[in-house]
Antibody, heavy 118, light 112 residues
């Protein structure tokens, strides 16, 4: 069974960076991309981009380009999302999601709450 | 603001049928991209309900079904049950803005 387990909640100051991990199990990690999606309180899901878990290629949603970095560690079956220059508007639950065989997500992590506060 | 539009809420009594609409545009659903549906309970991981228009992953009850027509999709829950009370989101792919995965605004289903 596919499981995605994310790192714990974070509290960051404005201007800081946050790094969230996502450890996968139950399938061949390098076969499917990992996407990152966030949901701010009272807001909808916002897609951030994806990382190719085989070769590390990344694609970022235009609103995050230059501020977010996705990486992966194949030996640890883990993907990472690093978001910098945090503002209060980045306070949200961040999810990793496993790509399906098309343009969908067939498994999600439990979410990581990121709070940005001075 | 969401790219895909859903009604904020729908409700029904146990056993009834409810339908959630998801309206897109010519750059996403109207361009031929599939509509996928997720169920989200507070504090839990979102769960894929239906992919590729009307394919249910193993374990998803067959009372959940979906369809698509033009630039819109819909999710129907037939025989509503108490455990179906949750938030439901549609999702598709959008070819504008260099390609992006887009979500609906979400619909809260309440079982009366």
């Amino acid at each position: 069974q596919v499981h995605l387990v994310q790192s714990g909640a974070e509290v960051k100051r404005p201007g800081a960076s946050v790094k969230v991990s996502c450890q996968a199990s139950g399938y061949s990690f390098s076969t499917f991309a990992i996407h990152w999606v966030r949901q701010a309180p009272g807001h909808v899901f916002e897609w951030m981009g994806w990382v190719n878990t085989a070769n590390g290629f990344t694609k970022y949603a235009h609103q995050f380009q230059g501020r977010v970095t996705f990486t992966k560690d194949t030996s640890a079956n883990t993907a990472y999302m690093d978001l910098g220059s945090l503002t209060s508007e980045d306070g949200a639950v961040y999810y990793c999601a496993k790509a399906g065989r098309g343009y969908w997500f067939d498994a999600w992590g439990q979410g990581t709450l990121v709070t940005v506060s001075s | 603001q969401s790219v895909l539009t859903q009604p904020p809420s729908v409700s029904g009594a146990p056993g009834q049928r409810v339908t959630i609409a998801c309206t897109g545009t010519s750059s996403n659903i109207g361009a031929g991209y599939d509509v996928h549906w997720y169920q989200h309970l507070p504090g839990a991981a979102p769960k894929l309900l239906i992919s590729y228009n009307n394919n249910r992953p193993s374990g998803v009850p067959d009372r959940f079904s979906a369809s698509k027509s033009g630039a819109s999709g819909s999710l129907t829950i037939s025989g509503l049950q108490a455990e179906d009370e949750a938030d439901y989101y549609c999702q598709s792919y959008d070819s504008s803005l260099n390609g992006a995965y887009v979500f609906g605004s979400g619909t809260k289903v309440t079982v009366l």
